[in-house]
């Protein structure tokens, strides 16, 4: 088997490109136990050097170790996400407490952490270049961050919570995909009333992948499902399916996730304890731009207010229209959606089955492309020759515009299926370098969009593509010399700034204009659509605005527990939900018992982070719209740095060079319909 690993010899496809054609699930025991065992010879060999102390034999030869196990992680852990089957998920729960080991021996090794706290006691006469500089500092933190300036029984203990932590998170996100998989509201003719043509062509395509030929079928995929709530007009049906999307990971069975919260945030809090923090959010928080809890709680509670305020009216119409319809009573969560619509189509005679014509996937992904090559002077030009992992997938060589050279590949994954896991993400399968020689990126967008023939989207959807490429953008130029600070690896709180920002020139209308044209005329979208378009899309915005930060601030609280030990789930969301006001016909975005981001994901403690870079892409856009001109050189080359630059200045220092200034709250909530001042 080990000749014909693909992992063990060398990817001779062009630019390093993985060969999906020949990589199969049982090649990764192998490669991942030959990965790890590699990688402990390289890290000790550094910590037993004879040598003295060096940035060359110490940092960057930390930066060279560990190859061949980045290699495997990076395609194994894609794979996972993108194109999952049971064997891949069973080598992930077997393997993930191993790699968890693997980085604690590293993290906690003594030898090693004594001579990178050497050099950052001597770094200031070290003759380091900034980046160096930062590299060293990031790196001594992350020693320390990680355990290794410990007791050495405290030590243990990390490492313990480390291995635990690791087995625990996976296997929360694999309970939580086995209930969307699991469930599927399977509908006749008779019971598509309401659903628009797309709709009902994306539930008869999921009939057809789940063997329910001839007939139609609903998932828990947020694409399938916020449809079938917007539009049916059957509300038990509505009801059903809304109890099956808010209960993933909270029903009865081997798939419920409220004892995996309830050892996670006692560890997480066990583990803040070790290194002297009274919480885990305040540990988390340590090593962010806002630093202390406090900050994020300001923030979300300057929104809260009036975004509930907004919510509570938005519900005053809904109900009104819901009367109108010959509704008795009070509506509910499962009707929010679907009287939500009418208002808005009665105010601004706009529904998405008028918009979708005009939302072409393929010309969604041009405008996306086309946009980076206005802003930031680079091209895209698909690729077919070289083999994908999934036929769904589409391959593109991004080019600099002005000189042709290879800035790097790009994968672009846009359809739900019952191999991926849900939602949107950005990942990588290789960053880029240049501190040898020069590598450069493989980056990945994955999306969820219900497949269908033409594959037409909503206006989230495309916010959706725009958002996820603004990510990859952020891997494909960076220029950063050392992998650790490749791309994404900046603050949580500030990663989501370069994709944020992208979000809006979607909505500019020049882009509009060229790009939202109909998939069967081919006329551009008609101007009066287009106003009522932009106008909609403040209409509404309480609902959202409470969903993400009452889902933000419960993430706060479970992480600001200091005795979560005999943590309830249910009664403790219950009992934030009540203290906030929150409306239960709004409800959470993200119920704990499905709440990936924290608990599968890297967000704990940090799902505020999505906000906290509204305020900065908010702000940082009105400085084009201040400028006169979406595309201004000037400010455009200034935004580039800040895609270039990944982890190698401080990340207020990268806002305040392009922006002049250090940003503002307001246009945050003006952007969101919300009362300023």
Not at 258 to 272: H, M, N
Not at 670 to 677: K, S
Request: hydrophobic share 40%.
């Amino acid at each position: 088997m080990s000749a014909d690993n693909p992992f063990f010899t060398p990817w001779t496809a062009e630019f390093g490109f993985p060969p999906f054609d020949r990589i199969l699930p049982e090649h990764f025991p192998a490669a991942l136990d030959r990965g790890m065992e590699e990688g402990l010879a390289e890290f000790d060999a550094i910590a037993a050097s004879a040598e003295a102390p060096t940035f060359a034999n110490t940092i960057e030869a930390m930066e060279a170790a560990g190859r061949l196990l980045n290699r495997v992680c990076s395609v194994f852990f894609n794979l996972n996400s993108s194109h999952t089957n049971g064997e891949l998920e069973a080598i992930a729960r077997d393997y993930s407490p191993k790699l968890a080991q693997y980085n604690a021996r590293i993290s906690l090794n003594p030898a090693l952490f004594e001579r990178v706290a050497d050099l950052y006691a001597r770094r200031d006469g070290l003759g380091l270049e900034p980046d160096q500089m930062r590299l060293l500092e990031r790196s001594h933190l992350g020693f320390v961050r990680s355990g290794a300036a410990l007791e050495p029984e405290a030590k243990v203990r990390m490492a313990e919570i480390s291995e635990r932590l690791a087995t625990l998170t996976t296997l929360f996100g694999q309970h939580v995909q086995a209930d969307e998989q699991a469930w599927q509201l399977v509908l006749e003719e008779a019971d598509l009333d309401g659903l628009p043509g797309y709709v009902r062509e994306a539930a008869a395509q999921a009939a057809a992948e789940r063997g329910a030929e001839g007939k139609y079928v609903i998932t828990l995929l947020r694409s399938s499902v916020e449809p079938f709530l917007t539009f049916s007009t059957r509300r038990d049906l509505r009801e059903k399916a809304h109890r099956a999307w808010t209960s993933r990971g909270a029903n009865a069975g081997e798939t419920n996730n409220r004892d995996l919260i309830r050892e996670i945030v006692a560890l997480r809090t066990e583990q803040a304890r070790l290194l002297g923090y009274p919480t885990y959010a305040d540990y988390k928080l340590d090593d962010t731009m806002a630093k202390q809890p406090t900050a994020v709680m300001t923030l979300l509670n300057q929104v809260w207010e009036p975004a509930r305020a907004q919510a509570i009216a938005e519900r005053g119409l809904i109900q009104a229209e819901a009367e109108r319809a010959g509704f008795d009573g009070a509506i509910e969560a499962w009707d929010w959606r679907f009287y939500a619509e009418r208002v808005r189509k009665a105010r601004y005679d706009l529904d998405d089955g008028e918009i979708k014509p005009y939302f072409l996937l393929e010309n969604m992904v041009r405008a996306a492309f086309d946009t980076a090559t206005r802003l930031f002077g680079i091209t895209f030009v698909e690729r077919t020759d070289l083999p994908l992992y999934h036929p769904d997938a589409r391959l593109y060589e991004v080019r600099d515009k002005e000189t042709g050279r290879h800035v790097g590949l790009f994968i672009q994954d846009n359809f739900a299926r019952a191999s991926k896991r849900s939602g949107a993400w950005m990942s990588s399968y290789r960053d880029s370098e240049s501190y040898v020689e020069e590598v450069t990126p493989i980056i990945v967008n994955n999306s969820n969009f219900a497949k269908s023939r033409p594959s037409l989207l909503t206006f989230n959807d495309a916010e959706t593509l725009f958002h996820e490429f603004g990510h990859a953008l952020h891997g494909l130029l960076s220029k950063a010399r050392y992998p650790s600070q490749s791309g994404t690896s900046v603050r949580r709180d500030f990663v989501e700034f370069p994709s944020q920002v992208y979000e809006h020139w979607l909505s500019a209308p020049e882009t509009l204009r060229a790009y939202a044209v109909h998939h069967e005329t081919g006329e551009p979208i008609p101007e009066e659509l287009l106003g009522r378009l932009l106008e909609a899309r403040k209409f509404g915005q309480g609902f959202d605005t409470v969903a993400y930060t009452g889902s933000a601030l419960m993430d706060m609280e479970i992480h600001s527990q200091a005795n979560p030990d005999n943590l309830d789930p249910e009664a403790f969301e219950r009992d934030v939900l009540d203290r906030l006001g929150m409306p239960k016909e709004v409800g959470l975005m993200h119920r704990l018992p499905h709440f990936k981001h924290l608990f599968s994901g890297g967000y704990a403690a940090g799902y505020y982070s999505y906000m906290w870079s509204e305020v900065l892409d908010a702000d940082g856009f009105d400085a084009f719209k201040e400028a006169g001109d979406l595309f201004d050189p000037r400010l455009a080359a200034r935004l580039k740095d800040i895609y270039e630059a990944g982890d190698t200045r401080d990340p207020m220092e990268l806002y305040v060079a392009f922006r002049g200034r250090e940003p503002q709250t307001d246009a945050l909530l003006r952007n969101r319909g919300l009362p300023v001042g």
